[in-house]
């Protein structure tokens, strides 16, 4: 089936880290992707991993898959304000062309 | 290198009436997908394009329906607008459709 699920909330202290969740229910998913929204905007690719990978660091960010339990997270290290934003995470399949699985979005606070 | 492109970024109609978005991929990406949010559903697949041919439809009423040119430019149709239309369209371009999908900024249709 095609379903992914993400908490909808995260409030944390500026300069902490921020860890967002993920699960997926389909393991023949190729890519998982993380996009962040802002308000009034598009989506803004952030980060990816291919299915066959254990980690990706990108900068501040990393990615965690564990595919035995179909977890993903994103870990966003010293989080700043300009980080508050909708994160949402998504999965591709091979063989169904261009056709992204959404999760709801967790929407991250970031406090000063 | 140019970013994706989407217009009009507003529009306001009435029920019954139908519209048309238009949707300009970076260059080079032959893919072309399009999705709506709204915040009830979240982000939901509607169809992708690649090299002018519909290879993934979701699962929308056939009132929704698109096209992608030979430029790769692809547009989305709407007609007979009902409430529940309201939404953010976003439509996201990839060089073939399974690997990364960047998006536009997305057009935000008001059916009143």
């Known amino acids: 089936g095609e379903d992914v699920e993400q908490s909808l909330f995260l409030s944390v202290r500026e300069g902490d880290s921020s860890v967002i969740n993920c699960t997926y229910t389909?393991?023949?998913?190729?890519?998982l992707y993380w996009y962040k929204q802002e308000p009034g905007a598009g989506l803004q690719l952030l980060t990816y991993?291919?299915?066959?990978?254990d980690m990706k660091q990108d900068q501040r960010l990393t990615v965690l898959l564990n595919k035995k339990d179909k977890h993903l997270s994103l870990r966003i290290a010293d989080t700043q304000t300009g980080d508050s934003a909708i994160y949402f995470c998504?999965?591709?399949?091979?063989?169904?062309?261009?056709?992204?699985?959404f999760g709801q979005g967790t929407e991250l606070s970031v406090k000063p | 290198k140019a970013g994706v492109t989407q217009t009009p970024r507003y529009l306001i109609k009435t029920r019954g009436q139908q519209v048309t978005l238009s949707c300009s991929p970076i260059s080079g990406h032959r893919s072309v997908s399009w999705y709506q949010q709204t915040p009830g559903q979240g982000l939901q697949f509607l169809f992708e394009y690649f090299s002018e041919t519909q290879r993934n439809k979701g699962n929308f009423p056939g009132r929704f329906s698109g096209r992608q040119f030979s430029n790769s430019r692809s547009e989305m149709n709407v007609s007979t607008l009902e409430l529940g239309d309201s939404a953010l369209y976003l439509c996201?371009?990839?060089?073939?459709?399974?690997?990364?999908?960047?998006f536009g900024p997305g057009t935000r249709l008001t059916v009143l």
């Open positions: 991993i291919f299915s066959n990978m």
């Open positions: 998504a999965e591709i399949f091979y063989n169904q062309g261009g056709k992204l699985i």
């Open positions: 389909d393991s023949s998913s190729t890519y």
């Open positions: 996201a371009s990839s060089f073939r459709g399974d690997n990364e999908q960047f």
